[in-house]
């Protein structure tokens, strides 16, 4: 499993991505949003290659994509329905203090007994724990409301 970079650090310096959302907790490790423009806005922002490759996959599907992939230190839990009007994206850092087995238990709160996302979160998790050094620190979340701050 290949660790995404959203942009290549330049000389030691690496561009911070921001990325939307409708409501972040206190410690900014855990965060979503139900806006569809804000979820294509952060798949704009994550890259073209891989909303392409989403968008190719809604015309395969029934009832709309659902992807896992790390952003950052971030794990993006992105889904889409199949008309292009409704989603969400959760985001869930993964240096928070919360233990594998409290991320774990969050997952399964929030998608029931989904094996597949369950596993392909915790895949995930357990690549960026493992390889602390290859996880860029370029991604924040935060609220941005209708006025743009």
């Not at 490759?53 to 952003?71: A, H, N, R, Y």
Request: net charge negative; glycine share 6%.
């Amino acid at each position: 499993m290949k660790i995404c970079l959203l942009h290549e650090p330049h000389s030691g310096y690496h561009q911070l991505i921001y990325l939307l959302c409708d409501v972040i907790n206190e410690t900014k490790t855990l965060g979503s949003t139900l806006d569809v423009d804000k979820i294509n806005y952060n798949l704009d922002l994550i890259g073209g290659d891989f909303k392409k490759e989403f968008k190719i996959k809604l015309g395969f599907q029934k009832w709309g994509v659902l992807e896992t992939l790390d952003l950052g230190r971030y794990i993006a839990i992105i889904y889409i329905n199949k008309q292009l009007n409704s989603g969400y994206m959760y985001f869930i850092d993964t240096n928070s203090e919360l233990s594998r087995f409290e991320i774990l238990n969050h997952i399964k709160e929030m998608f029931g007994n989904n094996c597949n996302i369950t596993k392909r979160f915790m895949a995930i998790y357990d690549l960026l724990k493992s390889n602390p050094e290859q996880v860029q620190d370029n991604v924040e979340i935060i609220v941005q409301d209708d006025r743009g701050t």
